[in-house]
């Protein structure tokens, strides 16, 4: 059974950085893409990037774009998010999520429990 944990949330000062992990269990990530999604109070929820298997392509939100990078490490079954130049905006709980495709998507379907990213003024 296929299991992702969050980690590395936690508080921010604004222009601030922090490094997030998505660690899957009991499936190999080598052949999926897996994205980052992020939800505010009162906010819907939003796809912040994705990367596909290989690490060769990723996607950002406009609002990420340029401030936030995806990456991968396979042979730790890991998925990364840096994020840098923070603002109170980014404030939300952030999630990974697994497609079984090696190709970013609109679907998506097992997703972790999520990490409280804080980032104060």
């Known amino acids: 059974q296929l299991q992702l944990v969050e980690s590395g949330g936690g508080l921010a000062q604004s222009g601030g950085s922090l490094r997030l992990a998505c660690v899957a269990s009991g499936l190999s990530l080598d052949y999926y893409a897996i994205a980052w999604f992020r939800q505010a109070p009162g906010k819907e929820r939003e796809k912040v990037s994705c990367?596909?298997?290989?690490?060769?392509?990723?996607e950002y939100a406009d609002s990420v774009k340029g401030r936030f990078t995806t990456s991968r490490d396979n042979a730790k079954n890991t998925v990364y998010l840096q994020m840098n130049n923070m603002s109170p905006e980014d404030t939300a709980i952030y999630y990974c999520?697994?497609?079984?495709?090696?190709?970013?998507?609109?679907?998506?379907?097992?997703w972790g429990q999520g990490t409280q990213v804080t980032v104060s003024s």
């Open positions: 999520a697994f497609r079984g495709v090696s190709r970013c998507g609109t679907t998506w379907d097992e």
């Open positions: 990367i596909s298997a290989n690490g060769r392509d990723t």
